[in-house]
């Protein structure tokens, strides 16, 4: 398919407001001239002379929905053997491709925390322990959260507590115990309030 030769033309932006561009595109193409004309210049360029025979449109009429193409950047002219042709502004079209179906920007980057949970617990469950202590740190403190602060919990409710996970409730126990998040004192188990 030939095309019309030009420079291709920037999609219209308005700094700060995204939805009238898109607006104006889309009142473009909801014509059924305008698409029709559209469907010939994707053919061919051509002429105003040339579209008023293949349209039967008064020339105003066809004139204005060209210079509407144009606007929103889909149509482009040139001159040619001193005549002006009218074609697709392909450069324009591929930059509104490109704007319209855009990969969604990339999510808020996560937290070093985050980060570290994501890596060890699937869900709900923990299914593995980190080997570095400041890691396994962040571990614990997720774990401890499930307990209230200054509330007595015996063994088989910490047990209860703590199953599911992909590292035995002994161990996990022990290390809550072991890094500070809950103290134990026969049997009875109490979440230690986070220091400020």
Do not use: C
């Amino acid at each position: 398919m030939s095309q019309a030769n030009q420079a291709p033309h920037a999609a219209p932006t308005t700094p700060g407001d995204e939805k009238q561009p898109l607006q104006a595109l889309a009142k473009a193409l909801l014509d059924e001239e305008r698409l029709r004309l559209l469907g010939l210049l994707a053919q061919q360029p051509a002429t105003v002379a040339t579209l008023r025979q293949q349209t039967e449109l008064p020339e105003a009429r066809l004139r204005r929905h060209l210079q509407v193409l144009q606007e929103v950047g889909l149509v482009a002219q040139r001159t040619a053997a001193g005549e002006t042709v009218y074609g697709l502004d392909v450069g324009a079209m591929q930059q509104w491709k490109r704007r319209l179906f855009a990969a969604e920007p990339p999510a808020q980057s996560a937290t070093p925390r985050e980060r570290v949970l994501a890596r060890f617990v699937r869900g709900e469950q923990l299914v593995q322990l980190p080997a570095q202590p400041d890691k396994l740190r962040l571990v614990l403190e997720w774990l401890a959260a499930q307990f209230a602060v200054g509330v007595d919990y015996p063994e088989r409710e910490v047990n209860r507590l703590l199953q599911g996970h992909l590292v035995d409730q002994a161990t996990l126990r022990r290390l809550l115990v072991d890094y500070g998040f809950l103290q134990r004192q026969a049997s009875i188990y109490r979440r230690v309030a986070a220091k400020e």
